[in-house]
């Protein structure tokens, strides 16, 4: 595992998510049409862009699988395609401090989810058996408070 923190800039982003950004990586972004109106999926592009830029992280790596934090503002995580981005309320929840979710185990359980969706996984079909399978909201059965 290599891990490595780098200082950066969103880009592309509305005024309210411009700022100065740090990327925790571990291990050439053409973005597809849908990606690029879809404002929840904003903070996802601007840290993949800005980490493609300065550390070459790119969906379907031969090589790595990426996994990136970014203290920029957010509440949602993204994974696939060898890449998972998760957003400031997952660095906060793994330090204890995110406002209302403090067991860093719900935050260890998340990236799971979204690394799981980097190595290929769906959620599951069945989400009525499965309703506690991690790749669902198992990780929100056993963290609840406040849940998003």
Same mark, same amino acid.
């Given at each position: 595992m290599v891990w490595r923190t780098v200082k950066g800039? @969103? #880009?592309?982003?509305?005024?309210?998510h411009c700022r100065g950004g740090s990327f925790l990586a571990t291990g050439r972004l053409v973005l597809h049409p849908s990606q690029r109106s879809n404002r929840d999926d904003w903070g996802f592009n601007n840290t993949l862009? *800005?980490?493609?830029?300065?550390? $070459?992280?790119?969906y379907n790596d031969p090589h790595f699988i990426w996994v990136l934090y970014s203290d920029g503002p957010g509440n949602k995580g993204r994974g696939g395609s060898g890449v998972t981005?998760?957003? *400031?309320?997952?660095?906060?929840?793994? #330090?204890?401090?995110?406002?209302?979710?403090?067991?860093p185990a719900r935050?260890?359980? $998340?990236?799971? @989810? *979204?690394? $799981?969706?980097?190595?290929g996984l769906p959620h599951p079909a069945d989400i009525v058996r499965d309703k506690d399978a991690l790749m669902w909201a198992g990780f929100y059965m056993e963290h609840p408070e406040n849940a998003y």
């Open positions: 800039r @969103h #880009i592309s982003a509305p005024q309210s862009a *800005e980490a493609g830029r300065l550390v $070459g992280a790119r981005c998760l957003p *400031e309320d997952d660095l906060l929840g793994l #330090i204890g401090k995110h406002p209302t979710q403090k067991h935050w260890v359980y $998340g990236l799971g @989810h *979204e690394l $799981g969706h980097a190595f």
